[in-house]
């Protein structure tokens, strides 16, 4: 099985820093890889897919890169509604999710 | 638009069966695979297999071979995903979720989930 790896677990940050999460993969998973933002109570809602593509009515200020085994979550400039939990998955082979990183305020 | 309606909240005795609907609207049923994903509380999301609803088609996630059945009705639009001799550590929010493109592919919509409950 393919293993995600996602850091940090846990980020404190401010309104308008730049927020950058990394997830790691076990092996080349090519470029098949999303990143989802959950908040409590609601499910996952797609922002990437294939790595770097924004998913439509995403903001601008989301941003995915990488290939291969690893990948890189940025927010260019936090907003109060980008307070969340944010999980990446790989579906090169199965489906598997990183474990998280939450994203609060400071 | 694209919506995925899932069943109530259940609560079941251990060793019993959970069945959990999910009603797709907005777009062609048959179109696109539906996955099925949980998340124990306070915990992250896990893969449990998925169903082409166009020819029935299943693959399930080896942890759940052998307690799992996922099904569809193309008549109503509506998937389904049954797991048996339910235990404790079943209690989770179930999603089901629509494959973005392919059958191998992430997750455009997601319903809003069902919280299985299992307790003596």
């Known amino acids: 099985d393919i293993q995600m790896t996602q850091s940090p677990s846990t980020l404190s940050a401010s309104v308008g820093d730049r927020v950058t999460i990394t997830c790691r993969a076990s092996q080349s998973i090519s470029s098949w890889l999303a990143w989802y933002q959950q908040k409590p109570g609601k499910a996952p809602k797609l922002l990437i897919y294939?790595?770097?593509s924004l998913e439509s009515g995403v903001p601008s200020r989301f941003s995915g890169s990488g290939s291969g085994t690893e990948f890189t979550l940025t927010i260019s400039s936090l907003q109060p509604d980008d307070f969340a939990t944010y999980y990446c998955?790989?579906?090169?082979?199965?489906?598997?999710f990183g474990q998280g990183t939450k994203v609060g305020i400071k | 638009q694209v919506q995925l309606v899932q069943s109530g909240a259940e609560v079941k005795k251990p060793g019993a069966s959970g069945k959990v609907s999910c009603k797709a609207s907005g777009y062609t049923f048959s179109g696109h695979y539906i996955h099925w994903v949980r998340q124990a509380p306070g915990q992250g999301l896990e893969w449990m297999g998925w169903?082409?609803?166009?020819?029935?088609?299943?693959n399930y996630e080896q942890k759940f071979q052998g307690r799992v059945t996922m099904t569809r009705d193309t008549s109503i639009s509506t998937a389904y995903m049954e797991l048996s001799r339910l235990r404790s550590d079943d209690t989770a929010v179930y999603y089901c979720a629509r494959s973005r493109g392919t059958s191998t592919s992430c997750y455009d919509y997601w319903g809003q989930g069902t919280l299985v409950t299992v307790s003596s």
């Open positions: 169903i082409n609803v166009n020819n029935g088609g299943t």
């Open positions: 294939h790595a770097s």
């Open positions: 998955q790989q579906y090169d082979g199965y489906w598997t």
